[in-house]
Structures are given as C-alpha cells and as structure tokens.
C-alpha cells in the first residue's frame, strides 16, 4: 500500500471511529431505512389515489432506493410492484413491464407465492390495458396455477385476482364469469372493507350489465361505486363514474341527465389534467348537445377540443 493510500485509509478509519458514540448501528440504520421508504410508499399512495400520478412515482422511486440500500427484498417487490402500477396509469407500458418483471423474478426467487401473486395481478393489469388478450390469457393462467399450489393467499389478493379475472372474462365476452368473479371479489372486499377496490368492481360490474344492454342495472351499480368513490374521495374514480353515468343515462334515452353527468366529468378530468379522457368526453358532448339542439354550446366544445389539439401539437 502506498503512503498515499495508507494515509487515505486512516483517515478514514479516524472519520468512522470519531463519531461512534453517536452513530447508529447497523440494525437501527436499517430501521431507519424501511422506515423512510415506508413513509416515502405512504405519500405515494395519498398521490396515487389523489390521480396525481407524476408525484405517486417520486415518492415510489424514494421508496425503492431505501429498500435496495439496505437489501430489504420484500420492500423492493413492493416498490417495484407500485412503480409498475403506476407506469401504467401514465401510459408508460414499456417501463411498467420492466419493473414488474423485476418485481415477479425476485418474488419467485424468494419463493414467496404472496407476493408474485400481487405482481402478477399488476401484469394482468398490464396486458389487459395493452390490449394483448393473449399475454393477459397466460398470465391468467400462470396466477390461476399458482393459487391451485398455494394454501393460504391473502383474502385482499385473492379479491384482487377476482376483480382481474373478471376484467379478463368481460374482455373476451364472457359476460356472466365475469360477472360471478367481480362478485366474489365485492363479497371479499366488503368484508375486508376495502372500499376503493369494492367502488372499482362496482364500476366493472356496471359495464357488465351495460354490455348485457340491462341499463337500469348498470346505473344502480354505477350509483353505488360513485358513492362509494365519494367517501374516499377517489377524484378520478368520481369523474369515471359521472362519465359512464352520461354513457349509460345516454343509452336510456336520458340525455338531459347524461349531459349534466358529462359535463361534471369533463371538469373533473380538466381539474386533474387527464387529456385523453377530456377528449373523449368532448367529443360525446359535441354529439349530445347537437341531439339536444344546443348547438352553440356545441361549438365551444369543438373550439376546446381544437385548442387542446394545437397545445399538444
């Protein structure tokens, strides 16, 4: 060793040891660590559930770098696991994919069913808002094997699997398993009171009965989420609610109602940013308030839409 490096390292052999009295040991620096990316995951899910996505992914970022700090594994399954979600609700498909790839490998490394059962409820998730039919089909498959290999899985993930076999089944038309799976999953829920994700199967079972062409049902589950997403004050599952409200009331031949639940949700999608559904909505607004012969109206929303269109341009 050179004099130079020798030096170095006594020095800092006199930096550790100087302050040992007041150091930390190491089991309360990991302490200290989980706790900080515990509290970093509880701020990203007042964001996330706020639809404030942009802020959820800072906080979820945080939260996985104090859990690989101190190779706390189960923590970065959890972090990677809510990165990937909410990757998916900002349309980042790609990243959403990687992170939960990461997060299922080292959850099957762990040989902890629990856990990659989570994360591949979040990859069914994925496939199904991707579109890919046939991916979101095996990992269903994958998820349904492993529940058949695992004795005891939690009752909120089972719920969750429920809810995303019931997304799986509506998708591929088969209306009334998804509707027996969307059921299970509120009946678990409710006992668990898990209220977001009871208004999230409320809203699911809705377009159920929307697909059945059964209306009224559809509106009375509709109701039922959108009081449900009120008390929790879930913003964006609200304005999902009044939207589907306007389609459905629409349908029924109820277009007074239909365009007042509309134009609460276009302000509500403005207020959080979301443009896509700010289009959509307009555009269904444009066609009702020409039904409904509100044409000036209707020319508003077409200059809106135009000036949003030119923003992103």
Known sequence: MSKQHFGLFCLALVLLFSGCSSTPDRPETVSLAKNRAAEYTEYGNRYFDQAL???????????????????????????????????????????????????????????????????????????L???????????????????????NTPEDILADIYHSMGALEKADGNLQEARGNLEKSIAINRRLDRREEIA???????????????YPAARDYLHSALDMDKQIENTLGIADDYFALGIVNSRMGNREEAYLHLQTALDIYAVL?????????????IDLAGELGREDEADIYRSTMEKIQRTAG
């Open 200 to 214: 999230g199967s409320l809203y699911m079972l809705a377009s159920v009965f929307s697909k059945l062409e059964e």
């Open 273 to 285: 940013n979301r443009r896509e559904n700010t289009m959509e909505t307009l555009s269904v607004l």
């Open 129 to 151: 808002n991707r579109g890919s039919m046939q991916q979101a089909r095996r990992i269903f498959d994958e998820a349904r094997e492993l529940l058949n290999k695992t004795g």
């Open 53 to 127: 996505f942009d802020q959820a992914l800072k906080f979820y970022i945080m939260a996985l770098e104090n859990n690989i700090a101190v190779d706390y594994k189960e923590g970065i399954v959890l972090s990677r696991d809510a990165l990937g979600q909410t990757y998916l609700m900002l349309g980042r498909f790609a990243e959403a994919g990687t992170s939960l790839q990461a997060a299922r490998e080292l959850a099957a490394r762990m040989q902890r069913s629990d856990l990659e059962l989570r994360v591949l409820n979040s990859q069914l998730k994925l496939a």
